[in-house]
T-cell receptor, first 116, second 115 residues
């Protein structure tokens, strides 16, 4: 069964450093997403991406965040200057479509980001 | 705006007994509803969905959920729980009419099945 692949599985970084979280969505999917889950809290939407541009973003997704699809397979989330409160599990997801009948998203296994 | 409420932080049930994990939602239009399960150190796995049609939907691992429009609920059920069902369960909603594909998740309910 097709999978969404995320790397690394765990990343530790110092406060103020830039990090790039990487994702390989399912190949025929057109919509890509980043969500995050702070430990013990609910899963929160960050951003959605379609046709090489951001289609929606949440209040969490401020100027220190950016997303990119640098080639035909990868989808990245960059945090420019990490803060302690950015420590969370970051999930990438992709979906086949937007229209009626889509089965929701396929999530990756996540990248646990720890900012120290 | 869309929202999801999972009123129970934790549900405890003995193996072999039926289980219910509760979920209520709020959307301005028609909902797409989903249940996901998260095992420790794993991603979110899709269990089942309601898009349209029969209010009782069946999903993976013997789980089912019933869509109740009047009560705006989508409770997850299983007739006979297994110890291996112990995990964190998330309900999610998407507003069909919103024009966006964003899912809004509940805070999750930990299901603990005792032997």
């Amino acid at each position: 069964e097709p999978e969404v692949t995320q790397t690394p599985s765990h990343q530790v970084t110092q406060m103020g450093q830039e990090v790039i979280l990487r994702c390989v969505p399912i190949s025929n999917h057109l919509y890509f997403y980043w969500y995050r889950q702070i430990l013990g809290q609910k899963v929160e939407f960050l951003v959605s991406f379609y046709n090489n541009e951001i289609s929606e973003k949440s209040e969490i997704f401020d100027d220190q965040f950016s997303v990119e699809r640098p080639d035909g397979s990868n989808f990245t989330l960059k945090i420019r200057s990490t803060k302690l409160e950015d420590s969370a599990m970051y999930f990438c997801a992709s979906s086949e479509g937007f229209a009626t009948g889509d089965s929701g998203y396929t999530f990756g296994s996540g990248t646990r980001l720890t900012v120290v | 705006a869309q929202s999801v409420a999972q009123p129970e932080d934790q549900v405890n049930v003995a193996e072999g007994n039926p289980l219910t994990v509760k979920c209520t939602y709020s959307v301005s239009g028609n909902p797409y509803l989903f249940w996901y399960v998260q095992y420790p150190n794993r991603g979110l796995q899709f269990l089942l969905k309601y898009i349209t049609g029969d209010n009782l939907v069946k999903g993976s691992y013997g789980f089912e959920a019933e869509f109740n429009k009047s009560q705006t609920s989508f409770h997850l059920k299983k007739p006979s729980a297994l110890v291996s069902d112990s995990a964190l369960y998330f309900c999610a909603v998407r507003d069909v009419n919103s024009g966006y594909s964003t899912l809004t998740f509940g805070k999750g309910t930990m299901l603990l099945v005792s032997p």
